[in-house]
């Protein structure tokens, strides 16, 4: 009998573990950036298998060290609005992607690889594509502190990426900004350069240089580039506080986890009672 339920517990155990790995896992949100589709204090479920679970050394991740992430086919590829989890892509400097398996960030997908993004008085638009684009509320809130002149009294940082004169984009006006696709090749220009190199130094682990309008690998010249990865643009749905693709940008396609499906459960932090109307809500 002791035996028997040791070995069920066992099972369970593994079943468990496998589900986490490849399927299903759980996640707690700490902070208001995704008001009002999640809550700080909402428990999520994200779904790993339906784009293909990843796999890595966990081991050399937690050490910092170098890892390659490979993905376990799935069946269905992540849309715009989906929202996602993912390992911030930035998690010590903006200036360099790194992979901290220990930092998730939870935001909005935007703009997918192929797209090209741009924001026009505060309003998200992806070209030739007709759908509303995250909280349209958020955004025309967005612009009217920004025609109030009060940006700073509510903490709105309006200078953005790629943080330079030569576009000089901020995040009432940003763009257009073309997002790279697996295979697709740009040409290397201070401008392209300015936009893609954390993404060329990460794919390459090496440094671009310019000289003058030549750009450089080490003393190598390179006039075109063609990229290894999809990237997507995310945003957090409260667009005045959130640290997303307009500061940072782009989201390699190995640093997400996956699609948020449903809140499991929901804790009110100021009075940690549970938050019962919000419990299996399906994430849109």
């Known amino acids: 009998m002791i035996v028997s339920i040791a070995y069920g517990c066992c099972i369970s155990i593994v079943a468990l573990f496998i589900v986490q790995i490849f399927a299903l896992t759980s996640f707690k949100i700490p902070s208001d950036s995704m008001e009002p589709s999640l809550l700080a204090g909402d428990y999520i479920l994200v779904d790993k298998c339906s784009k293909g679970a990843r796999l890595f050394n966990v081991f050399d991740a937690v050490d910092r060290r170098e890892v390659k992430i490979h993905r376990v086919p799935?069946?269905?590829?992540?849309?715009?609005?989906?929202?996602?989890?993912?390992?911030?892509?930035?998690?010590?400097?903006?200036?360099?992607?790194?992979?901290?398996?220990?930092?998730?960030?939870?935001?909005?997908?935007?703009?997918?690889?192929?797209?090209?993004?741009?924001?026009?008085?505060?309003?998200?638009?992806?070209?030739?594509?007709?759908?509303?684009?995250?909280?349209?509320?958020?955004?025309?809130?967005?612009?009217?502190?920004?025609?109030?002149?009060?940006?700073?009294?509510?903490?709105?940082?309006?200078?953005?990426?790629?943080?330079?004169?030569?576009?000089?984009?901020?995040?009432?006006?940003?763009?257009?900004?073309?997002?790279?696709?697996?295979?697709?090749?740009?040409?290397?220009?201070?401008?392209?350069?300015?936009?893609?190199?954390?993404?060329?130094?990460?794919?390459?682990?090496?440094?671009?240089?310019?000289?003058?309008?030549?750009?450089?690998?080490?003393?190598?010249?390179?006039?075109?580039?063609?990229?290894?990865?999809?990237?997507?643009?995310?945003?957090?749905?409260?667009?005045v506080n959130s640290r997303d693709s307009r500061y940072w940008g782009l989201l390699p396609e190995p640093f997400i986890v996956g699609k948020v499906v449903r809140i499991w459960k929901s804790v009110d932090l100021k009075t940690n009672e549970m938050r019962w109307n919000r419990v299996l809500k399906r994430i849109e």
Not at 120 to 130: F, L, S
Not at 140 to 168: F, W
């Open 74 to 239: 799935g069946w269905r590829n992540f849309k715009r609005n989906d929202v996602l989890v993912f390992n911030l892509p930035y998690p010590d400097r903006w200036d360099s992607i790194a992979f901290d398996v220990m930092k998730y960030y939870v935001k909005r997908c935007i703009a997918l690889p192929g797209d090209t993004f741009e924001i026009r008085n505060g309003r998200y638009y992806v070209r030739n594509c007709d759908a509303i684009l995250g909280n349209v509320a958020s955004q025309e809130y967005l612009m009217n502190i920004l025609g109030s002149g009060k940006a700073e009294e509510h903490g709105v940082v309006t200078r953005c990426y790629p943080y330079s004169g030569l576009l000089d984009w901020n995040i009432k006006n940003f763009g257009p900004f073309y997002i790279p696709a697996k295979g697709d090749t740009i040409l290397i220009n201070p401008k392209t350069k300015l936009l893609y190199r954390n993404l060329i130094e990460w794919e390459q682990k090496k440094k671009l240089q310019l000289r003058g309008d030549t750009v450089l690998f080490g003393d190598s010249m390179i006039r075109n580039y063609c990229f290894r990865e999809n990237y997507y643009f995310v945003v957090g749905d409260k667009v």
